[in-house]
């Protein structure tokens, strides 16, 4: 019996920023301490509870929208005067979540200057003090030096944010700054690998737990996320949630299953998070090398996830649809009895989804060749074969109910295109 999902904003946005920041060794940790520093900031201003959770929340994603591991490290240039797309991106994908549009405006704003006060406005919109508390909190997090102590490097920070009061920061936020930076336990929380000093219970009270409708719309939006990244994989996590989803319903799930079935679709490839847009992008079949490190992406997702309360189940639907019955899967080697009926269903799905689609070295295969090669797994004990005989039976009516949840992604991502390239 699986338990309806509950699970606090601040986890879900956590599980997804840890991702981002092992990207780039550089920027590890980087959403959670520009979390801390801007909440901090937050409630030293006097800001409202609500206000500082908003903050937070938008800090912990601000960068979702800095696709590949070039963009993210020109980000840890301090005084970069351009910073690209990647704020309009993010603007773009969370203000297509419903109730996250305040978030969407700090993050869209979190790199304008204050320029002498110009910095209020963008065009004719206001920019939230919040999106200057994040902009400050951001440059503070990339002056950071990982080799070094932290409490010998507060004199350079605090050197290098004065100089630039009043140029690019707010002067009131540069001295509320100053009357933080003097206590060192803000810094050493800051640093630390524990991470439950950092927010006030008050911050992460209870009544912010996603709902099950605001938790798929929150999940949708990440996956773009993700997903988006790449002209190839643009639609392919909508397109194996909906694919399960099919499959579910086909086999008489419990509504709480099927929920389950769409997040795990769209969350089984956030690892991929950690793999370079290069390698999925690359146009001919990938080296060996290539592939046992694209291999690494279910562990990365199952790492994310570990440890979050309330995404135990989620977490192994999710991370091991790489699995085999056999024990040939990756990369726990799981076997039959280790991989619940939903696993099995998730396994089948991704394939089903993978041979559909145009890869950069091969195009989608036809309904013919995508039945054999589930057949020959089947046969040789890889996966389920009732499953596969389900897809069988059921082909056409899943490949449209999928075709449709990926028009649907691919209308999003048409939109968003034009920012991309
Ligand atoms: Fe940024
Ligand atoms: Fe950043
Ligand atoms: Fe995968």
Known sequence: ?????????????????????????????????????????????????????????????????????????????????????????????????????????????????????????????????????????????????????????????????????NRMFNPELVDIFFSIASKEYFWLNLVSDDRTNLFSPQQIMLEDYADIENMLDIAQMLAYGLDFRSEYTASHSIGVAAVAQKLGQLFGVTPEELILLHLAGLFHDFGKLLIPIETINKPVRLTEEEMILIKQHPYFTYTAMNNVAGLEDLKEISSFHHEKLDGTGYPFHLKAEDMSFLVQLMCVSDIFTALAEDRPYRTAMSKDQICLILQEMAAAGKINAAIVQMCIDNFNAIKTYSLCQKELARIDYERMKKLLY
């Open 1 to 165: 019996m699986y338990k309806p999902i509950s699970v606090s904003l601040l986890d879900l946005f956590s599980v997804y920023s840890k991702l981002m920041d092992m990207m780039t060794p550089d920027l590890q940790n980087h959403h959670t301490e520009v979390a801390y520093i801007a909440t901090t900031l937050a409630t030293e201003a006097g800001l409202t509870l609500a206000a500082q959770k908003q903050i937070n929340y938008a800090s912990l994603l601000h960068d979702i929208g800095a696709f590949t591991k070039g963009e993210r490290l020109e980000l840890l240039k301090f005084d970069l005067a351009q910073f690209g797309r990647h704020a309009e991106i993010a603007y773009r994908l969370l203000g297509a979540t419903k109730g996250f549009g305040s978030m969407a405006e700090l993050v869209r704003y979190h790199h304008i200057r204050w320029d002498e006060g110009r910095g209020r406005e963008a065009g004719q919109a206001a920019v939230p003090l919040g999106s200057h508390i994040i902009h400050l909190a951001d440059r503070i997090s990339v002056l950071i030096d990982k080799s070094k102590p932290i409490l010998f490097q507060v004199d350079e920070i605090c050197r290098r944010v004065r100089s630039e009061q």
